[in-house]
């Protein structure tokens, strides 16, 4: 028999696809968030499973699974569709788990839900991300882009004109005609945009909304 986690009214939840192989869960009841990934198969049998009240243990529990009591959150910090919760387990251990939402619509609506089942005890803020997260999260994407190109340069100088067979021969026709030449301006396309995204950011940093319990430290 299935062991079932009984859930408070009211349940609210969110899903997130990650293409074809995984899907986010955030669910908001009256005491706790719950977060854990699934993959898409199982997305109705949980979507019923909260409608009706309880869910599945054996579907849900995971290296993934958080469960969080509403009064342990210290602050919540809403980025670019990535909702930051930084919260105090038990032990009080201070935490933090992020929750990537990909659409503006997903994350309003679950910070704004998140505020109206916090209540008055927070205070909520908006302001500009600091230039120095901007320059951080800059360096990240270069490193990428520049990292990318140099291993895509790499192996198609490795492939070469060699003559190949089997089911990834089409995929390496394509990559000999685009050569070696090819990859890197396809690469330098690729971090030119990323140049231009950075220096927009630099010039006008994105708006970061904060979630802060009165009396916190956290800042």
Not at 42 to 49: F, K, P
Not at 97 to 113: A, Q, W
Not at 209 to 215: D, E, I, N, S
Request: with cysteine.
């Amino acid at each position: 028999t299935n062991q079932e986690q009984p859930m408070s009214s009211s349940p609210q939840y969110w899903t997130v696809s990650f293409g074809n192989k995984l899907v986010s869960f955030i669910i908001l009841v009256s005491t706790k968030l719950i977060t854990f990934d699934t993959v898409p198969e199982r997305v109705s049998l949980i979507s019923e499973q909260i409608n009706r009240g309880s869910l599945d243990a054996n579907i849900v529990t995971g290296s993934n699974y958080k469960s969080i009591n509403l009064n342990q959150i210290a602050q919540v910090r809403l980025l670019l569709n990535e909702i930051k919760i930084y919260y105090r387990d038990n032990t009080m251990k201070d935490l933090s788990v992020n929750i990537t939402c990909r659409e503006d619509k997903i994350s309003d609506d679950i910070l704004e839900s998140l505020q109206k089942r916090l209540g008055g005890q927070f205070t909520r803020t908006s302001k500009q991300n600091s230039r120095f997260e901007v320059a951080g999260r800059s360096l990240i994407l270069l490193l990428i882009g520049f990292g990318g190109t140099g291993f895509c340069y790499w192996a198609t100088l490795g492939i070469g004109d060699s003559d190949y067979h089997g089911r990834y021969r089409g995929i390496v026709s394509i990559i000999q005609l685009i050569g070696p030449n090819g990859m890197l301006c396809i690469g330098g396309g690729i971090i030119l945009i990323l140049l231009i995204y950075i220096i927009s950011q630099f010039i006008k940093p994105p708006m970061e909304t904060l979630l802060t319990r009165k009396g916190s430290s956290k800042s």
